[in-house]
């Protein structure tokens, strides 16, 4: 069951904790991977207030130090991103706060381990949609980590799907990421928590979110990636209006489109005139 991070959990020095992003599309194994690295050793566990429009598990893991890795991380799970849209400006929304909050105790922001993005290659997901994701998850490093960057693939047990046999072979994921990015990472045949040991040793790293909202005192709308969302927003509304289009063509109803449309232009009402963080 999921607690509220206590005071003490929180305010970790940089030199004491890393933070690591955990992202990828539903059903990639995300949980099963922050799992893996943390067993029964963490301190404390965060997930989003239930009561906002989002219910999907997300949760911060902060680790206790161990023999192996001799580091506290707070993983950060990014659960399906792009796949929702009426929960997404609430998650981003959250996560900014987060990792622009400054411990008590230093001046210091969050530094960063990286970022993980989790694929299983038996998932049917269509290339377009693949591709849109990858830029998403670019957007949140810039180009200041690209040493930090992890394609970690979980091998089912079927063939794999032709788009995700594409990033797979980690040619998509290097025009994306850029030829220093690591993996991909086939599981089982490599520890989580190795992959997670070699992102922390190098040196931290900065997200272009953090850089954006800290150091070019962007509000979270005008960054990188609040104006993709503003886009995917757009494109969101666009796709709903078609569809209700071949609806009324057909004579059918389209009372639930016209609720989903209403809903996301209020979203970006609020998305529109968002000041902080």
Known sequence: MAVDMSQSAVNMTPSESWVILVVGKTGAGKTTFIDSCTAENYLATYAFDSSKSHTTRNIYTIRHPTRN???????CEIPAFLDAPTSCAELLYDLAKFLVARPSSCLDRRPVAGIIYMLD????VSFRSLRHH???TQAWTGENCPRSTNLVVRDGQFPPTPSAETISSGNLWSKYMGKFAHGPHILPGIEPLDIVRNMIIP??????LQKELL???KQLRKTTIGKMYRKQL???IEQ???RKKKLKDKKASTVQEDEVITTLKSQRKIWNNLNFP
Do not use: A, I, P
Request: with cysteine; proline share 0%; hydrophobic share 30%.
């Open 134 to 136: 990858l830029g998403f």
């Open 69 to 75: 890795l001799q580091k506290n991380c707070v993983y």
């Open 215 to 217: 150091d070019d005192k």
């Open 234 to 236: 757009d494109e969101w």
């Open 240 to 242: 709903v209006k078609h």
């Open 203 to 208: 040196s931290q790293h900065v997200l272009r």
């Open 121 to 124: 290659n038996t998932q049917q």
